[in-house]
């Protein structure tokens, strides 16, 4: 009794910590009384309407059946792969109480969980799921007993909170490993899986609040959420980082539920690792979160917002500058199609999201509309906070822009989702979660996007180490065969030239004595050019490689070609091997009716290495080229073209680049032709205007 007294006795050094003078009564968290008012509205609204009745027939089902909590926490979702094809494995039939089939997506291979061994604890990955539904559920019962009165909801999560309450200090703690250490979980197998899964857990218990007796607060205080948020998650300690904002969510909200001061404080202000912190050193100017990887971008924002929807609950006012220009950096840097590219330890991320519902109703900024154009308005987050009606969403088109802090050079030429749109990849490496690409790029056109980037596969899967995170997957310089060490980059130049967009960035020190600056011109949507210039103090050999998708038609004739077991190269297949001294030009196909030609400028001895590379798995192949030189200093001046035509490509070299580093290109295409002067010593691209090429009667 005296914790429970003592606890709620806080609610005034609580509500100072928070800036206000006294906690508002419960609700407080995902929603106040106003809140709550206003989703009853919502409800009664298209296209809520019918979400609402979906969620509620959905709920009603589950009112009668037993709870049954999983015997233990749950194991790393990233271990749910096949070990041969590093492939994500896809949940079969139930074969016995909490086992399941795991079957392979790529040869069908069903395969059976083992407790005993982590990588191999497929069942475990599926009762993590069963946790997350069971939270989902607490919330959802908050949430129908808030709109509807219905007291069935109030008991059915009551009966699931004091479940938990009277089994959670029996699960063990665990890390991925199945380590009993602080940076694991009970009920997940980290402080991550244990935040996330206690943030909606402690936002449906103080939607229920009022309706629970005082004895079943003090255990669900006792028992659950501060062995959960005092015991298990705050002691872990990560400093900035986007696992550290769902802790300090998971921790704050308990705060505000409980009257927690001490945990409050934490939470948003401790100096190293609270809120305060994440959005003043996490937060890159340009309102990219500093870890380079758009997945993990939006799982940042995906933790925190719970924490600022409870403080502004509380009368406490969070949503600050950072955390406007982390909604505005998507938008501003996706692809034509809304779509983000596939950097560092992410996949592809679609922008269209009902986090850009709650970031309108916060901050009123039309950029946000973009985001939700094209949206039905059905994700959870705009039934809770959608506005009724949005303004026209914003069309102008996007020029090509540059984000320096975040390190993107962004090149577009067209309208809509068919436009084409080249990203240059130079700025930090992005921690943890960073890959050693310096000066990688992506391509996009047409609604396709023609270069891609691997971006990442469960961190369990062999691949992510082998091939994700190799400098050899992406399309920019290996030395030596070696992964590019880790580096921050710099944008010399960025701008127009008669009509062409252009971008040179250096890649900082990816290795010791190497000086690697590329250039990017973007002539016309279906031409761009690239100057790439190295200069080192010794020999090296240089690989410059280069993803598309599709598949081969034209791969310049060579002999079969044998290639290193590690960095990547291991996983190469059908490689060939051609030495030349001309241009040349390859063609893949991108679709039965499109080309695209990738060609190479002549001058320098250059063997050129035709393979293919991983896709989705290491059964799915796209093609790939290395243009390969050993030497000390070079460039490589090549280009791709979009509309099946090839370019004819010249460089004109400076015979003393210390007197004159300016190489010259010339290149035609159809009916136009260029001439480019690239000085990366004054930082200086010149573009002549197109000509028009005669045409024989």
Not at 194 to 218: H, K, N, Y
Not at 364 to 371: D, G, K
Not at 427 to 437: A, K, Q, T
Not at 588 to 616: M, Q, Y
Request: proline share 7%; hydrophobic share 40%.
């Amino acid at each position: 009794m005296k914790t429970f007294l003592t606890m709620f006795g806080l609610c005034a050094l609580a509500a100072s910590a928070a800036g206000a003078d006294a906690l508002p009564p419960h609700p407080r968290l995902l929603f106040d009384a106003a809140g709550i008012a206003q989703l009853k509205q919502r409800v009664q609204q298209e296209p809520w309407t019918a979400q609402w009745q979906s969620l509620r027939k959905s709920f009603d089902k589950t009112l009668d059946t037993p709870i049954e909590l999983p015997p233990r926490g749950g194991n790393w979702s990233h271990w749910y792969v096949c070990p041969t094809h590093g492939a994500r494995l896809k949940e079969g039939q139930q074969l016995g109480p909490w086992q399941w089939e795991h079957i392979c997506p790529v040869n069908k291979e069903v395969l059976r969980g083992e407790a005993t061994k982590p990588d191999r604890d497929f069942d475990g990955v599926s009762i993590n799921r069963t946790h997350s539904s069971y939270a989902a559920a607490v919330r959802n019962a908050g949430l129908l007993f808030q709109v509807t009165g219905d007291v069935r909801y109030a008991r059915r999560g009551r009966d699931i909170l004091l479940a938990y309450a009277g089994r959670y200090l029996a699960y063990p703690l665990h890390t991925t490993r199945g380590q009993a250490k602080i940076g694991g979980g009970r009920v997940g197998p980290q402080t991550l899986d244990e935040a996330a899964w206690l943030i909606p857990v402690a936002q449906g218990a103080d939607l229920l609040w009022d309706t629970l007796s005082a004895a079943d607060r003090r255990t669900l205080a006792d028992q659950l959420f501060l062995p959960a948020a005092r015991d298990v998650i705050l002691p872990h300690k990560l400093g900035v980082h986007n696992i550290q904002c769902w802790k300090n969510s998971a921790v704050g909200i308990t705060g505000y539920l409980l009257g927690d001061a001490a945990l409050i404080r934490a939470a948003i202000d401790d100096p190293d690792r609270g809120y305060r912190t994440q959005m003043a050193k996490g937060v890159q100017p340009d309102g990219v979160w500093y870890e380079g990887a758009w997945g993990y971008h939006f799982f940042t924002l995906g933790a925190v917002w719970p924490l600022t929807e409870a403080a502004r609950n509380c009368r406490f006012n969070l949503y600050g500058e950072p955390l406007k220009k982390m909604f505005e950096a998507p938008v501003n840097l996706a692809m034509p199609n809304l779509v983000l590219p596939a950097f560092n330890d992410s996949g592809e991320v679609n922008i269209r999201s009902g986090m850009f519902e709650l970031a309108y109703a916060r901050y009123r900024n039309p950029l946000y509309l973009t985001a939700l154009a094209d949206s039905q308005r059905r994700d959870e987050l705009a039934l809770w906070f959608g506005l009724p009606q949005l303004p026209a969403a914003l069309t102008n088109a996007l020029p090509s822009r540059n984000a320096p802090a975040s390190g993107y050079a962004i090149l577009q030429r067209g309208a809509g989702e068919q436009a084409t749109w080249l990203c240059l990849k130079y700025g930090p490496h992005g921690g943890g979660h960073g890959h050693p690409d310096k000066n990688n790029f992506v391509l996009y056109a047409r609604g396709k996007v023609i270069c891609p980037d691997p971006g990442t596969r469960p961190y369990g899967s062999p691949l992510h180490a082998q091939w994700d995170k190799v400098t050899l997957a992406h399309n920019t310089l290996v030395i030596d065969g070696a992964n590019q060490a880790e580096a921050t980059g710099q944008c010399l130049a960025f701008g127009n030239d008669h009509g062409c967009d252009f971008a040179m960035t250096e890649a900082g020190p990816i290795a010791k004595g190497v000086r690697f600056v590329r250039t990017a011109v973007l002539l016309n949507e279906n031409l761009i050019v690239f100057a790439d210039q190295l200069a080192a103090d010794k020999p090296h050999t240089f690989d410059l490689a280069t993803h598309c998708n599709g598949a081969w038609q034209t791969p310049p004739p060579g002999a079969a070609f044998s290639l290193p077991a590690q960095n990547g190269y291991q996983h190469l297949k059908s490689a060939t091997l051609c030495r030349t001294n001309a241009a040349l030009a390859q063609t893949f196909s991108l679709a039965p009716d499109w080309r695209g030609v990738v060609a190479l400028a002549g001058g320098e001895p250059t063997e050129v290495i035709t393979a293919t590379g991983v896709g989705k798995s290491t059964a799915d192949r796209i093609p790939m080229t290395i243009f390969r030189r050993t030497t000390a200093q070079t460039t490589f001046v090549w280009a791709i073209a979009l509309d099946g035509t090839m370019p004819a490509l010249q460089a004109v070299l400076p015979q003393n680049p210390r007197l004159d580093p300016t190489v010259g290109i010339r290149i035609s295409s159809g009916t136009s032709s260029w001439q480019l002067a690239i000085n990366t010593t004054k930082a200086t691209v010149r573009v002549t205007p197109p000509a028009v090429i005669p045409q024989k009667k």
